[in-house]
Each structure stands twice: as structure tokens, then as C-alpha cells.
Nanobody, 123 residues
Framework: QVQLVESGGGLVQAGGSLSLSCAAS????????MGWFRQAPGKEREFVAA????????NYDYSVKGRFTISRDNAKNTVYLQMNSLKPEDTAVYYC????????????????WGQGTQVTVSS
């Protein structure tokens, strides 16, 4: 089992930055593809970014490409999401997820999920 705990969410003005962390426990995550998803009120949970186990491969949704950066530190069993140039439409609960498969924008392959951290961007 892999336990995931997100942190770093909060309230920020449009144009600002936030850095999210996802700390894993239970197993080392170096073999896991890690993803970030988000869910706004009344909307489906949607893909944000993913990173391969080694960190050599990344994938982003078009809506965040160039603004968000996903990274990982396998020695710390932690994944990060640096969010810059935030917009009000980025407001959502952000979830970290893990899968032994290759990175995917679909929720289906991800077996483990955190509880989420709220990000609110004011205009």
C-alpha cells in the first residue's frame, strides 16, 4: 500500500505562485508514475500533470503547460507541483495519485490517491 499526503495549498491572488508537495509512505515510489489531478466544485476530477518513475518523462494538460512544473525527489519519496501565473480557473482541490503503469491522463490507472489540498486563486 502507498499512502499519499498532499500539502502546500492555500489562497493566492491571480498571477501568484504556490508549490504543492505529495509525501508518500508505505513503499518507495521510484517505480511509480505519479500524477496530479484537480477537481473544482461541480466538475469532474481532471488531469493536471504526470511524471515517470525516474523523473525523465513528464506530461501536462494543455491548460497548465508552461505555467506548472511537476518534479519528484525519490530519495525523499516526494512529488512536487510548482504552480506559477495562477488563474482563478485553477481553483480546485488538488490530488496526488500513483500508478505502476506509464503516465496517463486518465484517472483509471491510478491505484492510490491522497486526500487532496485546496488551492484558491482570487481575481
Amino acid at each position: 500500500q502507498v499512502q499519499l499526503v498532499e500539502s502546500g495549498g492555500g489562497l493566492v491572488q491571480a498571477g501568484g505562485s504556490l508549490s504543492l508537495s505529495c509525501a508518500a509512505s508505505g513503499r518507495t515510489i521510484s517505480s511509480y508514475t505519479m500524477g496530479w489531478f484537480r477537481q473544482a466544485p461541480g466538475k469532474e476530477r481532471e488531469f493536471v500533470a504526470a511524471i515517470s518513475g525516474s523523473g525523465s518523462g513528464t506530461n501536462y494538460d494543455y491548460s497548465v503547460k508552461g505555467r506548472f512544473t511537476i518534479s519528484r525527489d525519490n530519495a525523499k519519496n516526494t512529488v512536487y507541483l510548482q504552480m506559477n501565473s495562477l488563474k482563478p480557473e485553477d481553483t480546485a482541490v488538488y490530488y496526488c495519485a500513483a500508478t505502476l503503469g506509464t503516465y496517463s491522463s486518465s484517472r483509471t490507472p491510478y491505484n492510490y490517491w491522497g486526500q487532496g489540498t485546496q488551492v484558491t486563486v482570487s481575481s
